[in-house]
Structures are given as C-alpha cells and as structure tokens.
C-alpha cells in the first residue's frame, strides 16, 4: 500500500467513528507526507487541524494505522500545507523549524510547499496588529447605559458573565429578541467591556450581512484562506443578525468552519437573531445543532416602567431636561421597541431646539401625535394576514377557506391571535372575517396561542418576528 491507498484506508475507518461534521471539518485535505521509523507525517491545511489531530484524535489515528501497518507505527505529526497555495503568512512564520526540515528531507514535496528559510525576512503579521482598528466596536455602548430590567435580565447577565469568562461559560452565547429591543447594544457593550478588560485579546464584532459580503469578496478574490485565517485568530467573535445566514449556503459552510475551529479552541463565540435557532429558515442543521449546544436567551417587549427608565437614561445621556410627565407620555404612547422611543425623544429635542422652546408636555403631545396615530392607524387587518402569509408560505384563501390542514391551521391561529392581541377585534368579528367562523374558534384560537406561546420557543419567535413585521413595516 502506497501512502496515497494507506491513508485513504484510514480515512474510510475514522469517517465510520466520528460525525460527518467533525470528519470533513478535521479530515478535509489530509494526507500522509512521509512515514520514517514509524513515525508519519501528515499534511493538514491549518493550525486548528493540527491541533485538533494531534490531541484530539491522535490514538484514533494510531489506532488506524496500526490497523494497516501494524506495531511499527509509533506516532504521528502534523504540517501545515495550504490546500491551494503556499502559506507563507503566520502558519509559516509560527512553524518550528525541524518540522518543516523533517517533511521536505522525505518522499518528495509536493512543489507547492515552500522550503523553510531561516534567513528571509520575516513578515510581520499584520493581522494581529491590525486588528482593534477593525474590531468594529463603538465605544457608545456600554454596560452601565444599559438598563437592566425584567425583559432583558437574563440576556445582561449572560453577556457580563461570558465577558468575564472568555470561552469557558457559554459558548456559543444566542441571544434573540424582535427589532430594535437592545440586542446590538449589549453585544457591543460585552465586546467593550472585554477590551477594557483585556485590551490584548482580538475581538470582531460583525453583522452577518457584512460577514457574508466579505466572505463573496474573498472567494472573488481568491483569498478565502486569508479569510478564515483571519477570523480563527479571534478570541471574541460577535455575529449579529444572524438571521441573514439563512438560506446562504456556502457563508453557513464557511461559518461552521470558522464556528468550529474557533469553539474547539475555546474562543468565544455571541450571537444574535431576531428569533431562536428553531425558527431561522433553511438554516443547516449542524448550524442549529452548534447554536443550540450553548445558551440560549431573549430580550422581550420592555413595559411602561421599563420604557421610562430608558427614556431617563437617555435624557441623562444627551444632556437635556425634560419633564417627567413629557417623558411619561412617550413611555405610555410609543411602545413598540427602543429605537423608536429613542427616536420619538429624538424628534422632541430637535423641535424644542428648533422653536427655542423646552420640552413641556404640550409640545410632546404635538410633536409626537402624527407619530402617535400613524403607529395605531397604519396595522390593519391586511397587513396580519400579509405577514402571517409570508412567513408561514400560506395564501390568504387558505386561511380563509375551512381547511383544516395543520399548517395552515397554525397560520389562521396565529393571525386570529394578533387580530385579538394587536388590533383588539372582537372574537365575532375575527370569526367573521374569517370565512364566518364562529367565534368560539377565534376565542379558542387566542387562549390556545397564548397558552402555547409560554412553552413554545418557535411560536414564541414566530409571534415577536410577525410583530416586529407589522410594526417595522407599518409603524415608522
Ligand atoms: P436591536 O439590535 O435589538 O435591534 P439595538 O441594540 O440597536 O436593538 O437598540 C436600539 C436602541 O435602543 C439603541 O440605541 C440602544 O442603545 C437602545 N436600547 C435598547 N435597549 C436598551 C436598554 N435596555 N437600555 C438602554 N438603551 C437601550
Ligand atoms: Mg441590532
């Protein structure tokens, strides 16, 4: 058996023992380099693999080997050769000399392998320097601007202690919640706070949009390796809206890898979405899988109380005054997520600069009362049944007509239960509109999803991502 048969033998052993996942993660672009008194050489394409076949599965190799070979097989080493190109960046530089020497003293290099010379002039890595510039962090949000409350407590504590414990508490960390309801700034205040706290550690905030655009360039441009490199140096890696890898193939494919090599290292990984792993669309399984092997938490609706405690903060924070009963009654009127309370405040500043006025409840009542009436005007019956139509892929007939079919059941459920929720229909009515159902079935409709909603992480999701629809759409 040549090396080529002998490691091909090995390889069909181990992709019967371990996870397809682990197998192409791990076993992807490997052979045998040389084997010299019993030792073999095996060409990985990066640090994470060697690392990863060396301890990890190394007796498993062994054992393999052995299997074919027999006893003489002692042990095994890995190096780092580039699939496509040569590698002439930190894998090279980071490589110890002998090993390099050993490999290209044996069975003939493939050409693409660059002999080791000592006396070249060593590139700097720039990467690693260049790194803060790029982490993406703004230094705007914090920890301390973040009002903590029942909404979102559990999603602050998971952040403060994962910043205190890189990689070791959760990991992944997933957090979710609808539009603009505070994910981004608590993912940006951990990536602060780490910095602060260990300002050598490389830190990437991204969105999964960006992600994905850089991911497109580098494969144009031939540099996917550079790429991963990049971000598998990562000690802290943030992917917001992760909701857009969804039905991107190649970027999960990439993500995965980039996932994995990060996580078998402990590097930590934060997430989020604007609903849970369950009901992200066409995401692959093994995605799902990794995200939920770690913690999983939400930010919900703040209440009023709540509303107006941001309102407070902000207010501190830009350094204006204004009136408790003004700010109340943003609280009280604009409830649909932060952003537009911040917005809405925002409008009242810039008015009450504007007229050389200060706020007082009568210019808030002005300012804000097309805003006000827009946001309860513009949710219709229509526009539930469009968002319940694309995000369960039903058609209006079908909701309307007696089927019973249970998907289309759950849709017509969950579009009576935001007629109820959202526009405060009663039940005769929403049974009338719908096809002239009783209205015992929307009554039963409502308490059902309600009910279900507590228990139900997907419906939960489902019903955040269809509201935030209505009201992002619809309401400003
Ligand atoms: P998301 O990423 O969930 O869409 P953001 O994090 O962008 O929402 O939040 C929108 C705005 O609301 C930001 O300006 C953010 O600072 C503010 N905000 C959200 N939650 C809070 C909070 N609990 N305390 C203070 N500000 C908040
Ligand atoms: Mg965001």
């Known amino acids: ?195 602060r706290q260990h300002p050598e550690k490389t830190i990437k905030y991204i969105t999964s949009e960006r ?13 996917t390796d550079k790429f991963k490199e990049y ?53 692959e399984d093994r995605l799902r899988s990794r995200f939920e092997g770690g913690m999983i938490t939400d930010i919900s609706q703040p209440n009023e109380e709540t509303r107006l405690a941001i309102l407070k903060k902000k207010v501190i924070e830009k350094g204006v005054s204004i009136d408790e009963e003004s700010l109340r009654f943003i609280a009280e009127n604009i409830t649909q997520n932060i952003r537009e309370i911040e917005g809405a405040l925002n409008r009242v500043i810039a008015y009450s600069e504007f007229y050389k006025t200060p706020p007082s409840i009568s210019l808030v009542e002005k300012v804000l009362s097309q805003l006000i009436i827009q946001n309860k005007k513009t949710i219709s019956t229509e526009d539930i049944v469009s968002a319940t139509e694309k995000l369960f892929s039903v058609t209006k007939d079908d909701l309307l007509k007696k089927g019973r079919k249970k998907g289309i059941a759950h849709a017509r459920q969950v579009a009576m239960y935001l007629m109820r929720s959202e526009l405060s229909m009663p039940f005769s009515s929403i049974g009338d509109y719908f096809g002239g159902r009783d209205h015992t079935t929307a009554l039963h409709a409502f308490e059902k999803i309600s009910a279900d909603i507590e228990k139900n992480l997907r419906l939960k999701g ?15």
Request: one cysteine or more; charged letters at 20%; a neutral charge.
């Open 1 to 195: 058996m040549n090396h080529q048969e002998l490691w091909k033998s090995v390889l069909g052993q181990i992709e019967l023992s371990i996870s397809k996942a682990n197998f192409v993660t791990w076993f992807q672009n490997t052979s045998i380099l040389s084997i010299e008194d019993g030792s073999v050489v095996i060409s990985v394409p990066n640090g994470f693999a060697k690392e990863w076949l060396e301890n990890k599965y190394n007796h498993t190799i062994i054992q393999s080997l052995r299997s074919f070979e027999g006893d003489a097989v002692r042990s095994i080493r890995c190096v780092i050769s580039g699939p496509q190109t040569i590698k002439k960046s930190i894998d090279a530089i980071t490589q110890p000399v002998q090993q390099i020497d050993i490999a290209s003293k044996s069975s003939p290099l493939p050409p693409r392998i660059q002999p080791f010379n000592p006396t070249a002039p060593v590139p700097t890595p720039k990467l690693a320097t260049a790194m803060f510039h790029e982490s993406n962090l703004n230094p705007r949000y914090t920890f301390d601007d973040y009002v903590v409350a029942e909404n979102n407590e559990l999603a602050h504590a998971a952040c403060v202690a994962v910043s205190r414990n890189l990689g070791q508490l959760y990991n992944p960390l997933f957090i979710y919640g609808g539009v603009g309801l505070g994910k981004t700034h608590l993912l940006q205040a951990l990536g602060n706070e780490v910095k």
């Open 211 to 223: 992600f994905t655009s850089e991911l497109v360039d580098s494969i144009k441009n031939q540099k």
């Open 231 to 283: 971000y598998q140096q990562m000690d802290l890696l943030i992917i917001d809206d992760v909701q857009f890898l969804s039905g991107r193939e190649k970027t999960q494919n990439e993500f995965f890898h980039i996932f994995n090599a990060l996580y078998q290292i402990n590097k930590q990984i934060v997430i989020s979405s604007d609903r849970p792993p369950k009901s992200i669309p066409t995401l």
């Open 462 to 476: 489902d019903i955040s991502t269809l509201k935030n629809e209505l009201y992002h759409q619809n309401g400003g």
